[in-house]
Every structure is written in C-alpha cells, then in structure tokens.
C-alpha cells in the first residue's frame, strides 16, 4: 500500500505528457456523476498531433445504443456466460452522448466515456463499478468501442485514465454480436476489448410501441321480443326497466337461471297457464 502514492504520482507524471505525445480533455460532453464523456486530443507539447480519425462523425445514436444493449463480456458466474457490459437504462444516455462527441471531435480527437455503476454490498454499504474506454470513426466508415475496464470496482492505482487502444487495465472479453469483429493487431493476434463495426452494417433496434390497453365489448342492451298483447298493454321504457331489474338479479345470485328465464316470458308473454 506504500507504494500507491508513488504510482499515482508516476502516473500523473506520465499523463503530462512529459515522456511525448499524450491525450488531453479538449471539451466535456456530460459529466453527471453517473456519466463521464468528453473530447480528448493527441497532443505533444501543447500542440494537437494528427491521428487521422474520420471527425467529425455524424453517427446516429440509435446504432451506438443498439451496440452497447448488444455488447457482452464473457462471464463464469452466471449461468447464461455472458453479462451486459452496460445497464440497459444506461445505454441510450451514453449513446447520445458519444454521438454529440463524436460530432464535435476533430481527426486528432476522440471520445472518452466512463459509466459508473451504483452498488451496494451487503445491501448496507454503497460501491460502484465502472465500465470505461473510448470511441472513435476510422475513414472507412469503421466504429470503435475500445474499453480498458468493463463493470470492475477500482483500485486507487487504477483509477487514472489509461489508453484502451495500448492496454487494459482489467483483461476481459467481449462476446461479439454477428456485425462486429475484434481489433487486429499489426504483429498477429486481437485485443478482445476492442471491438470494430461497420457502421452501414449496424441495425437499429425498433423500439416497441406499447399496445392500447383492450376494452372489454359493451354489455348488450337485454333483448326486447317481439310485444304480445300482454306487452302492448305496458310503456316499453317499463319493460326495459324490469328486465334491466332481472339482469340485475342474475348477475349479483339473487335469482337463478331457470328463474331469470322464468320471470322474463312471464314479463313478455304473460304467466305460463
């Protein structure tokens, strides 16, 4: 534990870009204690030094979120081996806003998000984990979602920024969906948290509409047969009244069936001799 502050100040040392080109926060996106998303640029010496990213990039946001719902880390823990790297309810706020950044971004900048998770241990004491990386659109109309941290509680030394597209900080794996392929390295192999999709190549998940609630179908006005004699002798608004009354009375077990039937001739067709 001696040893913590002196990585974090070698760390810091490092993130000054004093050792050569190092990324710099050009703009802030959203910082809302949940959400951590800005612009950062390729800088040495103050001076922005090229990457030859395709930004600014207008890239719709129901794709980035239909990415991020389909994105899975493989898992031993749950039955189904895989785990979501992100919240639903998470999704569509971070998509937005790496689409804002993206747009704003320039070819010697990217996006940088971080997502932390609210937690409690023991449901007595709060925790969070963190899922962390970084987003960018090569010239072939290539997106990249590359992570160093997905959904892991960090440690003090490992809480500063690192760069996803040189390392990770926890090694993980993605389980990949059909239109996505891991990162290739130059010298041979992958990088399992960095994934690449075509962006003509990503569908946008439609979103359900919510079915109208349905109505049950109005009662039928009782049956009126056909007046007698005996019913011509009674004002019609009566002898709806009375059957009304009947239905009534059927309905709460007040009388039965063969009675309900019973009393109902005898009101259109007189008693029964």
């Not at 207008?58 to 979120?65: N, W």
């Not at 997905?150 to 440690?155: A, G, K, S, V």
Request: net charge negative; charged share 30%.
């Amino acid at each position: 534990m001696r040893f913590l502050p002196v990585l974090a100040l070698f760390s810091s040392f490092l993130l000054s870009g004093c050792l050569g080109p190092t990324w710099r926060e050009e703009s802030s996106v959203v910082n809302n204690g949940r959400l951590d998303v800005e612009v950062e640029q390729w800088t040495f010496e103050g001076q922005a030094q090229g990457r030859d990213y395709a930004h600014p990039a207008d890239v719709d946001s129901r794709k980035i979120e239909s990415v991020l719902k389909d994105l899975h880390r493989v898992s031993k823990t749950t039955r189904s081996g895989v785990d979501p790297i992100l919240k639903p309810e998470y999704a569509s706020d971070l998509a937005r806003a790496i689409s804002l950044g993206l747009r704003k971004a320039t070819p010697s900048s990217r996006v940088r998000f971080s997502v932390h998770n609210p937690d409690t241990v023991l449901w007595v004491l709060p925790s969070s984990t963190t899922t962390r990386g970084v987003a960018f659109v090569q010239p072939e109309g290539v997106l990249n979602l590359a992570f160093d941290v997905i959904d892991e509680t960090l440690e003090v030394d490992e809480e500063h920024w690192g760069d996803p597209e040189r390392r990770t900080i926890r090694r993980s794996r993605i389980a990949l969906p059909g239109y996505a392929r891991y990162h290739q390295l130059p010298e041979g192999g992958e990088k399992t948290m960095w994934v690449e999709m075509d962006l003509s190549s990503i569908p946008i998940q439609r979103k359900e509409k919510k079915k109208a609630p349905v109505k049950a179908p109005p009662e039928p006005e009782p049956e009126v047969a056909q007046p007698t004699d005996r019913a011509q002798q009674l004002d019609n608004a009566e002898v709806l009244e009375k059957l009304r009354d009947l239905q009534e009375q059927l309905k709460t077990g007040k009388i039965s069936d063969a009675e309900y039937k019973k009393q109902r001739e005898a009101l259109l067709f007189g008693p029964t001799r």
